[in-house]
Structures are given as structure tokens and as C-alpha cells.
């Protein structure tokens, strides 16, 4: 077998297994979707000043009421990046999508190590790197193609979504889909276990997500958070699909699409890279 047909034949192993899924595809649209309807449109009510009756400790007088109301509303559309919050939180969703889909993906590993295909991969006439890296890019296009459906359905809710530049959003997102799902395995690859493999993702992706900027801007974290914030790569991933996608640049003053771009690389580049030397260290009895 050469190195190209074992790269190839994982990444069909892997879009296969994912489409013939019907349950996994379904879950992939709607746990996003309740995310973007019951957080964006419930939040996004609060950001609204239309919504608020009254301001305390102010009369009620038409002109005053709707200076105010519209100085509210300046500040929040200045906060969100000259967005409203649901397009705000939609675009951080997309981003999000991919990142779990893809971490969790390290999963499948477990499972082949259970049903005996992991040792069929150790043993294939292939260089192990390629191969890992073929299941690797097939979990990446998967998610990316999971963010793609995302991206279509949140026209829907917002319309200040700018779709000509999906394909350059999509880039972003499978380049930072190759970085975690390439962590996921290599973490994967260390566990036994379903359950523990769970409990260190739960652990490791809720952080994450919440100091990404995905719900509320990066700059409204208090100082030490901030500093997680700027380590953690999927905070470029979210700031760059936003940029694109609704114009909203809000992050870190150093942060620009150029940058983030090679952050994201070279993330994906380091993580492949343990994920290729642990593949390679494995035996058959791990």
C-alpha cells in the first residue's frame, strides 16, 4: 500500500463512518442550532434597548428616553464589533461547532483500539505519520463541512452575515479543525476508556470555549483571563471567522486576520506533529 492510498482510504474511512452516522449528522445541526436559538436570541433580547420599558431614576420623557436608549445601544453595537449580539454570538457558534467536533473526534480511536482496527492501522504497509494525518485531515473535513451547514443556517436569524466570504472562513476553521483534532487523538491514543477520555475533554474544552470570545469579547475579561485568552488558539480562529463573516473585528489590538492565520498554523503544524511521534510510539498493546 502506498503512502497517498493509506492517506486517502482514512480520510474516505472517516467521512464515511461520519455520513453513514444519521443520528451523529443530525446532532451536528441541532445542538448548534439550540445554542444559536435559546443563548443568542434569549441574550440578544437583553442587548436591545428597545426592550427596556423604562430606565430607572430617569422621567419618562420620550426625547430623553430615546437619547438614552440609543446611546445604550451605540455602546453595545461598539462593544460587538458594530453587530448586534446574536450575529456577535452566532459567529462565535460556528467557530465552536468545529472546535468540539473536532477534539472529540479522538473518540474513534478509542473505539478502533476496542474493535481491534487500530492494530490493522499499526501494522498497514504505510508510514504511520501518513496515516494518522489521513484520519486526521478526513475528522477536519468533517467538521469543517459541519461549520459550513451552520454558516448556511444562520442567515436565518441574522442578516448581517457576509456569505462571499464562507470559503475564506472555511479555511480558517479546517486549518484550527487540524490543530484539536490532532491534540484529541494524541490524547486519545493515551486512554483506554471512553469515560476518561470524556472527562479530560469536558475538562479541557469548556475553558477553552469560554476564554475564546465565542459568547463575550476578549476585552471585557478580567486581566488573568485575558492572558489565557491570548494562548488559547481557538481565540484567533473566533476572531478571525467574525472578521470575515460579519465584519466585527473585536479582540486583542495585535489581532488581524494575517495574524491569526499564522497562529492557527502553527498550532495545527505543532499538534500534528505530537500527534504523528505519539501514533508512532504506540504498540499494539497500548
Known sequence: MSAFNAFTAMIYRQLKRWWNARSRVTMTILNPLIWMVFLGLGWGSIFNPQNIPSIPGIPDIPNVVEILRSAIDNYFKQLFGGVNYVTFMLTGVIVMTAFMGSFISGISVIWDKQFGFLKETLVAPAPRSIVILGRIVGDSIVTTIQSL??????????NEINLINTPLVMCYIFIMSLGFASLGTAISLKFRSMEGFQMVVNLITMPLVFVSGVFYPVTTMPEWMKLIAESNPL??????????????????EYMNPITDLAILTLFAIAMITIAAKTFEKTTLED
Open 149 to 158: 451547514v451552520i454558516v448556511l443556517l444562520s442567515i436565518v436569524l441574522t
Open 235 to 252: 481565540t484567533y480562529s473566533v476572531h478571525a471567522v467574525r472578521y470575515w463573516l460579519a465584519s466585527a473585528d473585536v479582540g486583542f
